[in-house]
Structures are given as structure tokens and as C-alpha cells.
């Protein structure tokens, strides 16, 4: 009954930025945590970020002060803006919603030249 949708991903030379969505679609009664994780070639998916319902948020180092996730509770939207990225931030990167379990969603590609 919970269905993610993710938009935003692309290619952007380093240095640059971009903006992730991810938002809910179909019946739901309550998003209690919101994250992004990512998946690069012949690695396992790593949490980049999350944001629970009172709105804490927690980041990986590697992307700490480079990244901020947000949400929009009324929209069931969660955002990503990524700046200064770099190109060990190339990977597929996915969204998940938790309420009562998980959601995932279909992932975007996120590509970032050297």
C-alpha cells in the first residue's frame, strides 16, 4: 500500500549538485522513518542518510556536510540535496520508507564525472 517514488538522479560533473526525491504514493497511516541508501558496482548498499518522524536526521562520515536530507511530512516527500559531490559518490542510490516495514523503492542513478 506504500509505494516509492524516487526522482532527481543524473550526471553531474564533481563539484556540482543535485537534489533527490523520494514520495510516497498509494494509502498509508504513517511514515516513521525516511533514509537513502546507496549501491555502487561489486559493493553492498550503505546508508548515506536518514530522518525519523521528530525530524533527527543521521549521516554517514563520508557524506557528512556535503549532504541534508529532509522531509515534507504533509507531501510524504523526502529530499537529498547532495553538493560537492564527488565521484566516489557514483551510485545507484534508493529510498526506503518505514511504516510498520519497509519500502524501497526502484532506485536512481546518480553518475559523477571526474
Known amino acids: 500500500q506504500l509505494q516509492p517514488v524516487e526522482s532527481g538522479g543524473g550526471l553531474v560533473q564533481a563539484g556540482g549538485s543535485l537534489r533527490l526525491s523520494c514520495a510516497a504514493s498509494?494509502?498509508?497511516?504513517?511514515?516513521?522513518?525516511m533514509g537513502w541508501y546507496r549501491q555502487a558496482p561489486g559493493k553492498q548498499r550503505e546508508l548515506v542518510a536518514n530522518?525519523?518522524?521528530?525530524?533527527?536526521?543521521n549521516y554517514a562520515d563520508s557524506v557528512k556536510g556535503r549532504f541534508t536530507i529532509s522531509r515534507d511530512n504533509a507531501k510524504n516527500t523526502m529530499y537529498l540535496q547532495m553538493n560537492s559531490l564527488k565521484p566516489e559518490d557514483t551510485a545507484v542510490y534508493y529510498c526506503?520508507?518505514?511504516?510498520?516495514?519497509?519500502?524501497w523503492g526502484q532506485g536512481t542513478q546518480v553518475t559523477v564525472s571526474s
Open positions: 530522518i525519523i518522524s521528530g525530524g533527527s536526521t
Open positions: 526506503l520508507l518505514v511504516a510498520g516495514r519497509g519500502y
Open positions: 498509494g494509502s498509508i497511516f504513517s511514515i516513521n522513518v
